[in-house]
């Protein structure tokens, strides 16, 4: 049963078993979206508001990825008590140390500019089983479905291991069509952490709206974790 100080509610807590993600709106203040995407554009030489500054080259770009991770304002979203308290409870033990993870810019796609990925994949060796963790983003502005939105393919934590086993081997899961196993656009409004376990394949799309995403990546983990020796 949630407590008063509880973020998750019963439903969240429904979607998190059964499709092993939360959406979990207004972890952040729109204050603190303003001010995070201002920085960012700062950082990027992008006006928010005019699409001839979306594609310049820089050097803190990496496809979507921006190579930008420490800012107080970066600083103050991972702390922010809604934020740390989902995963608190997803984790079930307050012992947790933030990631310093860094920020996403995916402009919608163009004549001359494609998405550049990354696809769906997944972060951990799926030497199995797979252990327990979390990853997470914060939603910065309100993200349509199709405005290039993390992707997941639900429920696959509980179905993974299983799935593995039907290959013929399981190094080739990678290259498998992921899609296909029914992934889902995970639509929501700005300030809103989207949390999911690790085993789910994840991963952004082509942003073909008119407006970029722009997103924060944010995790807390235990100091020690448990992880797989060999890479698969």
């Not at 979607?15 to 303003?34: F, M, R």
């Not at 004549?111 to 963790?133: C, K, M, N, R």
Request: overall charge negative.
């Amino acid at each position: 049963v949630p407590s008063e100080e509880d973020v998750l509610t019963e439903d969240d807590w429904r979607t998190w078993h059964q499709q092993g993600y939360v959406v979990v709106p207004n972890a952040l203040s729109p204050e603190a979206c303003d001010q995070t995407v201002a920085r960012m554009c700062a950082h990027l030489g992008v006006d928010e508001h005019d699409p001839s500054t979306w594609y310049e080259r820089h050097p803190s770009k990496q496809g979507i990825m921006v190579q930008l991770f420490q800012h107080a304002q970066l600083e103050e979203n991972r702390l922010a008590p809604r934020v740390r308290r989902v995963f608190e409870e997803l984790w079930a033990r307050t012992d947790l140390l933030p990631s310093y993870d860094r920020v996403g810019f995916n402009p919608p796609e163009t004549p001359t500019y494609s998405f550049p990925g990354p696809e769906l994949h997944w972060d951990v060796s799926l030497q199995t089983p797979i252990p327990f963790a979390t990853q997470g983003l914060i939603y910065l502005r309100d993200t349509e479905a199709e405005q290039g939105a993390l992707t997941v393919v639900p429920g696959m934590h509980r179905t993974l291991e299983s799935w593995l086993a039907s290959l013929p081997d399981p190094s080739v899961a990678r290259t498998q069509d992921l899609h296909a196993l029914g992934s889902r656009p995970l639509a929501a409004t700005a300030g809103s952490l989207v949390v999911w376990h690790q085993a789910l394949a994840h991963g952004s799309r082509p942003n073909r709206t008119s407006r970029p995403r722009f997103v924060q990546y944010v995790n807390y983990q235990p100091v020690h974790m448990q992880t797989h020796p060999e890479w698969i």
